[in-house]
């Protein structure tokens, strides 16, 4: 800070605990003669500092990428000996003959096209765009029209290469043929460019006034680090308010509550579950809103099986559903084959027999396994049953699809009823597995580690709460949206790895270079990269809370965390800091003392 200052001329009074040279500005006079004489040397020196720290960040990952370098290497040849062709090659595959020769397309399908459609192009990746734009002009130069659709506010797969910028700059690729069509509609407050068909009017209503508020409280406080890449937030989010169509009455619920942690340092967890089955009694019990048109969102799978483990015990009786909530590795039965495996592969190895033993009196004998603590290994073999020992020298030699199905009959699994969605999508799995080489005991158990054990059963029900994560909730509606935990990081969390193409030499030697995302690149040649990805992660973080919140129907329930200071890098932070906008809304009201926003009626 003051080194930069004085590098452009300015004279500042140092504090002694900044203090570099020297404490005071009477000791810099005397070893230099002025000021202005240690400027020029920080002119020279801040050139330095800003190439000492690109190398230096420039290096930190060089190994990793030579490693990855030989890796792809030699995946190269092995796919040329065995005359294979990564799927994931496709796309560039496609974009450098597209960029050749355009019709050799056209020649290859083999019939003409005269109009392309590309739904959700909100999605798409550069390298796509690359392949796609070609094929359009060659369909505008014929005289016929394309039609692109795609929201900007609903792109949330950047970690697949989409790119929303493609979309929120569509018009600049070709601003003498692209028309923007929406669909404009008026209500009693104003001219909107879309009309919402899903929502009751209330949950409209404060969607419109959350965004609105929410993208000018982050322009407000991102002003002078993003600059000019506030436009690009501003032009997504223009179109954020929606109209509501002219019949709908006026309902719907909106509740905001501020949960507070236990524990400063670490993030909301099981502070939110009281609160969550709370509400989960409210809306089944008390206003008998059926179970399934209730969903619980959450930002990552991994708080699914706290919330399942929680429901199960608030609510015997129901059921909680998800694609996610329930891992092959939760289940005893699937636990159980595993042991069995590693005892049949390593017999000699007394914990894999314990933990055999352990499992089966607990699951199939339906004991604790405590008789067997303190026993030696001959006396744990008698625990296991016997047709197990007769046959156990022989299953090794099976092909593991075969064993997997021998062991669920010899360990008396198939009577178990509550197993048997975990044993089906297990088999099913191993199948998928074995197909991929891993074909022998020692590779389906390293596979299992690796990958498998996270796995997870499809579960559904006509009359269960669902519970999903807000990628998966994409295109979907629920009359009642509840989530939990609205507090993740708005500008993204340091550390992520940014793949960088260095402005200038030496470091462009290298097309591309993995950074380490910090402030620090601020500093370093790469402070472009870093502006651009900060910019990109508050959109994402802000997209997927507009996904959010608009798949509720008719009443819908947010949980932030609540915190002090001023700063905004939180989703929590956020939505606190929209409230006093959002209490404007006739109806609502927030409690001070229970820290609670509310707006509307449950319905």
Same mark, same amino acid.
């Given at each position: 800070?003051?080194?930069?200052?004085?590098?452009?001329?300015?004279?500042?009074?140092?504090?002694?605990?900044?203090?570099?040279?020297?404490?005071?500005?009477?000791?810099?006079?005397?070893?230099?003669?002025?000021?202005?004489?240690? !400027?020029?040397?920080?002119?020279?020196?801040?050139?330095?500092?800003?190439?000492?720290?690109?190398?230096?960040?420039?290096?930190?990952?060089?190994?990793?990428?030579?490693?990855?370098?030989?890796?792809?290497?030699?995946?190269?040849?092995?796919?040329?000996?065995?005359?294979?062709?990564?799927? !994931?090659?496709?796309?560039?595959?496609?974009?450098?003959?597209?960029?050749?020769?355009?019709?050799?397309?056209?020649?290859?399908?083999?019939?003409?096209?005269?109009?392309?459609?590309?739904?959700?192009?909100?999605?798409?990746?550069?390298?796509?765009?690359?392949?796609?734009?070609?094929?359009?002009?060659?369909?505008?130069?014929?005289?016929?029209?394309?039609?692109?659709?795609?929201?900007?506010?609903?792109?949330?797969?950047?970690?697949?290469?989409?790119?929303?910028?493609?979309?929120?700059?569509?018009?600049?690729?070709?601003?003498?043929?692209?028309?923007?069509?929406?669909?404009?509609?008026?209500?009693?407050?104003?001219?909107?460019?879309?009309?919402?068909?899903?929502?009751?009017?209330?949950?409209?209503?404060?969607?419109?006034?959350?965004?609105?508020?929410?993208?000018?409280?982050?322009?407000?406080?991102?002003?002078?680090?993003?600059?000019?890449?506030?436009?690009?937030?501003?032009?997504?989010?223009?179109?954020?308010?929606?109209?509501?169509?002219?019949?709908?009455?006026?309902?719907?619920?909106?509740?905001?509550?501020?949960?507070?942690?236990?524990?400063?340092?670490?993030?909301?967890?099981?502070?939110?579950?009281?609160?969550?089955?709370?509400?989960?009694?409210?809306?089944?019990?008390?206003?008998?809103?059926?179970?399934?048109?209730?969903?619980?969102?959450?930002?990552?799978?991994?708080?699914?099986?706290?919330?399942?483990?929680?429901?199960?015990?608030?609510?015997?009786?129901?059921?909680?559903?998800?694609?996610?909530?329930?891992?092959?590795? !939760?289940?005893?039965?699937?636990?159980?084959?595993?042991?069995?495996?590693?005892?049949?592969?390593?017999?000699?190895?007394?914990?894999?027999?314990?933990?055999?033993?352990?499992?089966?009196?607990?699951?199939?004998?339906?004991?604790?396994?405590?008789?067997?603590?303190?026993?030696?290994?001959?006396?744990?073999?008698?625990?296991?049953?016997?047709?197990?020992?007769?046959?156990?020298?022989?299953?090794?030699?099976?092909?593991?699809?075969?064993?997997?199905?021998?062991?669920?009959?010899?360990?008396?699994?198939?009577?178990?009823?509550?197993?048997?969605?975990?044993?089906?999508?297990?088999?099913?799995?191993?199948?998928?597995?074995?197909?991929?080489?891993?074909?022998?005991?020692?590779?389906?158990?390293?596979?299992?580690?690796?990958?498998?054990?996270?796995?997870?059963?499809? !579960?559904?029900?006509?009359?269960?709460?669902?519970?999903?994560?807000?990628?998966?909730?994409?295109?979907?509606?629920?009359?009642?949206?509840?989530?939990?935990?609205?507090?993740?990081?708005?500008?993204?969390?340091?550390?992520?790895?940014?793949?960088?193409?260095?402005?200038?030499?030496?470091?462009?030697?290298?097309?591309?270079?993995?950074?380490?995302?910090?402030?620090?690149?601020?500093?370093?040649?790469?402070?472009?990269?870093?502006?651009?990805?900060?910019?990109?992660?508050?959109?994402?973080?802000?997209?997927?809370?507009?996904?959010?919140?608009?798949?509720?129907?008719?009443?819908?329930?947010?949980?932030?965390?609540?915190?002090?200071?001023?700063?905004?890098?939180?989703?929590?932070?956020?939505?606190?800091?929209?409230?006093?906008?959002?209490?404007?809304?006739?109806?609502?009201?927030?409690?001070?003392?229970?820290?609670?926003?509310?707006?509307?009626?449950?319905?």
């Amino acid at each position: 800070g003051n080194f930069k200052k004085m590098r452009d001329g300015e004279i500042v009074e140092w504090a002694k605990t900044k203090a570099a040279l020297a404490d005071t500005p009477e000791k810099i006079s005397s070893v230099c003669s002025n000021v202005n004489e240690i !400027a020029d040397l920080i002119k020279e020196a801040i050139p330095l500092y800003s190439e000492f720290i690109s190398c230096k960040m420039s290096l930190e990952h060089y190994h990793q990428l030579g490693m990855l370098n030989n890796i792809a290497a030699t995946l190269k040849d092995e796919n040329a000996r065995e005359n294979r062709f990564l799927l !994931a090659e496709t796309t560039h595959l496609l974009s450098s003959m597209i960029d050749k020769n355009t019709t050799f397309i056209f020649e290859k399908l083999g019939t003409e096209i005269d109009h392309i459609f590309i739904d959700e192009f909100q999605d798409t990746s550069k390298l796509q765009w690359n392949c796609f734009r070609l094929l359009l002009e060659e369909v505008l130069a014929r005289g016929n029209f394309n039609l692109i659709v795609g929201d900007v506010k609903q792109s949330i797969y950047r970690w697949r290469n989409s790119d929303w910028n493609i979309m929120n700059n569509i018009e600049e690729y070709h601003p003498e043929t692209i028309e923007i069509v929406s669909q404009k509609a008026t209500d009693g407050f104003g001219t909107y460019q879309s009309t919402n068909y899903r929502s009751s009017r209330r949950i409209v209503a404060f969607n419109n006034r959350l965004f609105r508020s929410a993208v000018n409280n982050i322009s407000t406080t991102f002003k002078e680090h993003l600059g000019k890449g506030l436009e690009s937030l501003t032009r997504a989010y223009s179109d954020v308010e929606q109209a509501v169509p002219a019949k709908r009455e006026e309902e719907g619920y909106v509740e905001i509550r501020e949960i507070t942690k236990q524990n400063s340092r670490g993030t909301m967890g099981e502070e939110a579950i009281g609160p969550l089955m709370e509400k989960l009694h409210l809306f089944i019990e008390e206003k008998n809103i059926p179970a399934s048109e209730i969903a619980i969102l959450v930002r990552g799978k991994g708080v699914i099986p706290m919330i399942v483990e929680a429901f199960k015990q608030e609510f015997p009786g129901r059921k909680i559903v998800s694609h996610e909530a329930y891992k092959l590795s !939760a289940s005893m039965a699937v636990q159980l084959i595993i042991a069995a495996m590693r005892h049949i592969y390593t017999p000699d190895d007394d914990v894999n027999l314990m933990s055999l033993v352990t499992l089966y009196n607990k699951l199939v004998q339906k004991t604790e396994g405590n008789g067997v603590i303190g026993l030696n290994k001959e006396e744990y073999v008698r625990f296991l049953p016997d047709e197990y020992l007769e046959e156990m020298p022989t299953l090794i030699g099976l092909p593991i699809y075969e064993l997997i199905e021998k062991l669920i009959t010899i360990l008396h699994l198939d009577r178990i009823d509550a197993e048997e969605a975990y044993l089906f999508s297990f088999l099913d799995k191993a199948s998928e597995c074995i197909n991929n080489k891993a074909s022998d005991i020692k590779g389906f158990l390293q596979a299992w580690e690796d990958s498998l054990c996270d796995e997870t059963i499809p !579960a559904a029900s006509s009359d269960s709460v669902t519970i999903m994560t807000i990628h998966a909730s994409k295109g979907l509606e629920f009359g009642t949206v509840i989530i939990p935990y609205c507090n993740w990081e708005l500008t993204g969390r340091p550390g992520n790895t940014l793949w960088c193409e260095p402005p200038m030499e030496p470091f462009n030697t290298l097309s591309l270079i993995p950074i380490s995302s910090k402030k620090l690149m601020i500093e370093s040649i790469y402070e472009s990269n870093y502006n651009h990805d900060y910019l990109f992660q508050i959109v994402d973080n802000l997209n997927l809370l507009y996904v959010a919140t608009t798949r509720a129907k008719r009443n819908l329930v947010m949980f932030i965390e609540k915190s002090s200071g001023k700063s905004i890098d939180t989703l929590s932070k956020l939505v606190a800091s929209t409230i006093p906008d959002l209490t404007t809304l006739d109806g609502s009201c927030y409690n001070a003392e229970n820290n609670i926003y509310t707006y509307g009626e449950v319905c």
